[in-house]
T-cell receptor, first 113, second 114 residues
């Protein structure tokens, strides 16, 4: 079945460690996104990519990095520079940006100990 | 500035009651898109509807209906005869057609009580 796969679903990390969240899609979508969700905050855009080898910062990119080496993959690295990394992270894709519907993965919950 | 406000943080209704989720948006653009998404307990957001700013017709899909009023910058969502499976967080969102960023509201958590 087509869709978006995020892994791992749950992740625990010690302070000072980098961690990479995986996002893979087999929908042949050009655009991919990473959102962060905190209780009562809604969804905030971290990074997005319209095409392979290109990506742009969203509203809260500090402390995060991404790559888009393949159309189907858009991994997110949460670096030690991110001050408050504990959150629920959602990856999404769309056939074309903004005007198309977003397809979301099931999310990755990161907890920093 | 573009903004989406969902003033209702949390709503609880008894099953079979009708419930309306409010969404008010701000934009200076004349062309834009509005969306509603549902986030069930599993965490994955599910697309419900997209509305073009030039199309103010109300839409009905089964027990779901949407009321778009440009005059009041609102795009409200009504669930008729609610069911326990409707329990979720619902997000309203706004996007201009030339931008890749979709702006989400903070969501409304809906509890349908049996």
């Amino acid at each position: 079945d087509g869709g978006i796969t995020q892994s791992p679903k749950y992740l625990f990390r010690k302070e000072g460690q980098n961690v990479t969240l995986s996002c893979e899609q087999n929908l042949n979508h050009d655009a991919m996104y990473w959102y962060r969700q905190d209780p009562g905050q809604g969804l905030r855009l971290i990074y997005y990519s319209q095409i392979v080898n290109d990506f742009q910062k969203g509203d809260i990119a500090e402390g995060y990095s991404v790559s888009r080496e393949k159309k189907e993959s858009f991994p997110l690295t949460v670096t030690s520079a991110q001050k408050n990394p504990t959150a629920f992270y959602l990856c999404a894709s769309s056939i074309w940006a903004a005007t198309g519907e977003l397809f979301f993965g099931e999310g990755s919950r990161l907890t920093v100990l | 500035a573009q903004k989406v406000t969902q003033a209702q943080t949390e709503i609880s209704v008894v099953e079979k009651e009708d419930v309306t989720l409010d969404c008010v948006y701000e934009t200076r653009d004349t062309t834009y898109y509005l969306f509603w998404y549902k986030q069930p307990p599993s965490g994955e957001l599910v697309f419900l509807i997209r509305r073009n700013s030039f199309d103010e017709q109300n839409e009905i899909s089964g027990r779901y209906s949407w009321n778009f009023q440009k005059s009041t910058s609102s795009f409200n969502f009504t669930i008729t005869a609610s069911q326990v499976v409707d329990s979720a967080v619902y997000f309203c969102a706004l996007a201009p057609p030339w931008d890749d960023k979709i702006i989400f509201g903070k969501g409304t958590r809906l509890h349908i009580l049996p």
